[in-house]
């Protein structure tokens, strides 16, 4: 009885705390994202949680208790200015369509109570039967903290396609200053179509690449940023399902001192998989080639330094794409594109649970060749693959990931 009490007087306590939080503007979410006033700005990347496996069951709902964990350890380990959930928020197949997006208060939960403001790009399993990118983003916007949007209308590009500006810590208006970073997401799809069933009752298949629109909108917009603030922003960008550079640089060979980090989804998994060139997704084709314009689009972008993946759970290197692989037709620029680490219990693999962090320093960027910094933070509190995303990134030598 005594413990019953007490039970519920810390439930209140903590969710008045909550309310509070909500209620008290205690954080200005409203207010654009800046650098500390030590010129640093850092993201933690939380991607691949997979909340809401096996609702049916006391595996799938500890499964979520373990993430929850691994969330709290990381963001008390690194205190970041923002955190990126980079896709797979919840894993669809598995939930109901009357409470799907609830999972969304669980995964932010320990944000909120710190204080902390998120955004999202939305996964292949964030869009299914019964949730999708729009039902999860009108849950997330129920937080102030939330800075997920939309920006691309229209027929058929997915939902969590927008960017951020990120300004100098003196800045008092942005009306004033011109962003120091730009920080783009990008919605990948893939998944089922929310709600469709085909004539003979089987789920609708949903198109895995960013889309075409989405491209187009992207170069359009940061030519508008680059004109208007008659200079190029140093940028970084966030997608869930990486590209066919990725798999083209895996097969070129990842090498623990160069490329630091695990490399055991081979071959991994790209946008387009799965898809004809034709637009058929019938299980007749591996690749249909469908993300080239978007490859296109991030090595022809002046300023973007790096490209943050998820999705292939097994893959947590970053890679310089410098060239023409062979079998490719888009030329690297020497752009990075990273994975992050599995962060949720739920979701395939048994890999240690982290975090993959990025630290944009304003001195870094006033250098000639820009460049970040960046680790992963895994559940044990042990810090990995700590590497500078440099000009030298790929000769450089670096010791391997002493653990998985
Ligand atoms: C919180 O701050 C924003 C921006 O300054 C303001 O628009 C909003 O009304 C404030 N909310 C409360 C509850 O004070
Ligand atoms: C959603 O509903 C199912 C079925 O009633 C239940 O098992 C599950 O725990 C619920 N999930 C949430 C997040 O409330
Ligand atoms: C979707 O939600 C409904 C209603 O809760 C449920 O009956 C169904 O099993 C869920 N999953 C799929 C794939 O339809
Ligand atoms: C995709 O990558 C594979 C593996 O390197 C390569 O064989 C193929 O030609 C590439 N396709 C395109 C369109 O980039
Ligand atoms: C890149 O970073 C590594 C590790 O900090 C360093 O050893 C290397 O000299 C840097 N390269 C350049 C061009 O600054």
């Known amino acids: 009885m005594k413990f019953a009490l007490f039970?519920?007087?810390?439930?209140?306590?903590?969710?008045l705390q909550r309310t509070l939080r909500y209620r008290t503007n205690q954080t200005d979410f409203s207010a654009p994202l800046q650098f500390k006033k030590d010129g640093t700005f850092q993201i933690s990347i939380l991607e691949d949680l997979h909340f809401g496996e096996n609702a049916w069951d006391t595996w799938g709902p500890q499964q979520d208790i373990n993430s929850v964990k691994v969330i709290n350890k990381i963001l008390d380990a690194e205190g970041p200015g923002l955190v990126v959930l980079n896709g797979d928020l919840i894993t669809g197949e598995n939930t109901y369509?009357?409470?799907?997006?609830?999972?969304?208060?669980?995964?932010?939960?320990?944000?909120?109570?710190?204080?902390?403001?998120?955004?999202?790009?939305?996964?292949?399993?964030?869009?299914?039967f019964n949730v999708t990118g729009a039902t999860i983003l009108a849950r997330e916007r129920r937080w102030p903290n939330a800075r997920t949007t939309q920006m691309v209308f229209g027929d058929d590009p997915g939902v969590s396609n927008?960017?951020?500006?990120?300004?100098?810590?003196?800045?008092?208006?942005?009306?004033?200053?011109?962003?120091?970073?730009?920080?783009?997401?990008?919605?990948?799809?893939g998944g089922w179509r929310y709600q469709q069933k085909d004539a003979d009752g089987n789920k609708v298949g949903q198109p895995d690449w960013v889309d075409f629109s989405v491209v187009n909108w992207f170069t359009q917009t940061n030519a508008e940023l680059t004109n208007k603030h008659q200079k190029t922003i140093p940028s970084l960008a966030?997608?869930?399902?990486?590209?066919?550079?990725?798999?083209?640089?895996?097969?070129?060979?990842?090498?623990?001192?160069r490329q630091p980090g695990i490399?055991?989804?081979?071959?991994?998994a790209q946008q387009a998989q799965g898809w004809c060139p034709d637009g058929r997704d019938d299980g007749t084709c591996a690749y249909g080639g469908q993300d080239v314009p978007f490859m296109q689009a991030i090595t022809t972008t002046p300023g973007l330094m790096a490209v943050f993946s998820g999705h292939d759970h097994g893959d947590t290197w970053c890679y310089r794409w410098d060239g023409v692989l062979p079998g490719m037709t888009v030329a690297g620029n020497g752009l990075h594109v990273c994975f992050g680490q599995h962060t949720g219990y739920g979701g395939y693999g048994s890999w240690e649970r982290g975090s993959r962090q990025i630290l944009v320093t304003q001195a870094q960027l006033k250098e000639e060749e820009k460049s970040v910094d960046t680790w992963i933070r895994l559940e044990s509190g042990n810090v990995v693959g700590r590497v500078s995303l440099n000009a030298t990134y790929g000769q450089d030598r670096y010791p391997p990931n002493a653990e998985h």
């Open 263 to 268: 490399d055991d989804d081979v071959p991994l």
């Open 238 to 257: 966030f997608v869930h399902i990486p590209t066919n550079a990725s798999l083209a640089l895996q097969e070129a060979g990842v090498d623990g001192h």
């Open 97 to 128: 369509l009357e409470n799907s997006t609830e999972y969304v208060d669980q995964i932010v939960g320990p944000l909120v109570d710190r204080g902390l403001s998120w955004a999202s790009t939305y996964g292949n399993h964030d869009h299914s």
């Open 7 to 15: 039970a519920v007087a810390l439930f209140t306590t903590l969710s």
């Open 162 to 189: 927008y960017y951020l500006p990120v300004y100098g810590p003196a800045c008092a208006s942005p009306d004033e200053c011109a962003p120091e970073l730009l920080l783009w997401f990008f919605d990948s799809r």
